[in-house]
């Protein structure tokens, strides 16, 4: 009788400990999705920010200073966010066998969220990269103008603006895309 009452104390010690895990990893990848979200979008809204600063500049050598020091003002911001730290975390915890994160999703949405988790960590790499390669760009803008004067300067700057402004689109498409896969996480939740 005294391993079937261990048996049973075992048991229900199982059901008391494991609704209550799984709410601490439902809460636990919420907090986590939710974080990386803002962590994004205040990144990217800096970005564009910045990119929208840079048409109200008047000065040419302002302006040329500007478009160069993109990569140290911005670069050095995002470092701060540390972005994917969370969310590379949450995603290895799917790969670990005994991890308890995948019993506190529903069966039929571990699968779906798991792969959302992976787009989403995919994609914020991806955003980083794209931020990385416009304030490149921008370095390169401001050097192209500091060899111009005149109309050849200002159609440049022109040109120049036309450019920054499709990467604004950009980058405002791909905010919205990493929100609809922040929503669609949170829905299987």
Known sequence: MLLLDKII???????????KKNR???????EVVLSVQTEMERAIELAILYIDGTKRIIPDQELIDHLQGASSNLMSSYNEFKICAGLYGLADRFDEVFSSIRGSINIGQIKAVEDLIRDLA?????????????????YV??????SLSGDDFDQKKSEIFQRLNLEVQTMRSQ???FRKSVRDILKLM
């Open 141 to 146: 803008y401001g050097n192209e103008l500091s």
């Open 122 to 138: 995919n994609g914020e790499s991806l955003v980083v990269d794209g931020l990385r390669g416009i304030t490149e760009k921008m």
């Open 24 to 30: 601490e990893n439902r809460k636990e990848i919420r």
């Open 175 to 177: 905010l919205n895309g």
């Open 9 to 19: 104390d075992a048991l229900s010690d199982l059901v008391v400990t494991l609704p």
